[in-house]
């Protein structure tokens, strides 16, 4: 027995192991992707394809909008406007916060029920244990749309503001970029003594799995606001940063990733902050 009827525009990777994991758990599917080829293996498999957006959004009340970005989005949503009043879309497009509350706008414009995704996972984590997908937009929309939507993962609906979700993302993929970038960085310096990528990530990963514990007692001093925990200051830091630096030259590796965090630590320290615990760093991040 069917669950239900979805549309999905897009079959990139992403898109396409969505459609899979629809169709096992028995939703009935319409497909529509610019390259029509991409449509076939999902035919042979059980869905329906559609020859234009128009076709793929007439056949469902749920659509899912799995593109490249938030200009493709809006260049295949907006000529159907019309056609979508009263239907609920779920965006899983990777966009800013801004390009989603644009988006949520547009569609509130419409009579279009909105949803905003990020999918913090893998196309071959889709379906398994560890995928996440973040939500934010009409709760109304999460709410007819959830059971579908718990098929790809654990789905957490977190607010109504539809950049939530998107600004999550973008958070986490950040601390993620930054923590690989410092990866590359010791790899690249171990390597000057003959030292493998694989054992130097061995090393990198126990030693990170010891600290991150920590992060949450780091955070709290940031939430206090004062920073003068006694903790570790700013001229500690700044004297551990050029360290680092200074090493990383001297094996003939260009220090560029350590700098940014450099830079900060020596603006507070000129301008009196020397003794402020070093998560002072914080409250230079926001642009003025």
Known sequence: MSQGTISIL????????????????????????????????????????AATVAAAVAASDLILVVLLDHASVREHLDPVAAELEGKVVVNLTTTTPNEARDTAAWA????????????????DMIGEAGSLLFYSGSENAYAIARPALETFGTAQFVGTDAGVASLKDMALLSAMDLMFSGFVQA???????????????????????????????????????????????VDFALTGSTSMITASREQGIRADLLESHHKFLKELSATGHGNSDWLRVIELLTIR
Do not use: C, F
Request: charged fraction near 15%; hydrophobic fraction near 45%; aromatic fraction near 4%.
């Open 187 to 233: 790899i690249a310096m171990m390597r000057t003594a003959g030292a493998t990528a694989v054992d130097t990530a061995v090393e990198v990963e126990a030693w990170l799995a010891a600290m991150l514990p920590h992060g949450k007692a780091l955070a709290a001093i940031i939430d206090g606001g004062t920073y003068d925990t006694g903790g570790q200051n």
């Open 10 to 49: 897009g079959l990139g990777n992403m898109g396409s192991v969505m459609t899979e994991r629809l169709r096992a758990a028995g939703y009935t599917t319409t497909v529509w992707n610019r390259t029509a080829a991409k449509t076939e293996p999902h035919v042979k498999a059980g869905s329906t394809a």
């Open 108 to 123: 509130a414009d419409h009579g279009i029920v909105y949803l905003d995704g990020a999918i913090m996972a893998t196309p």
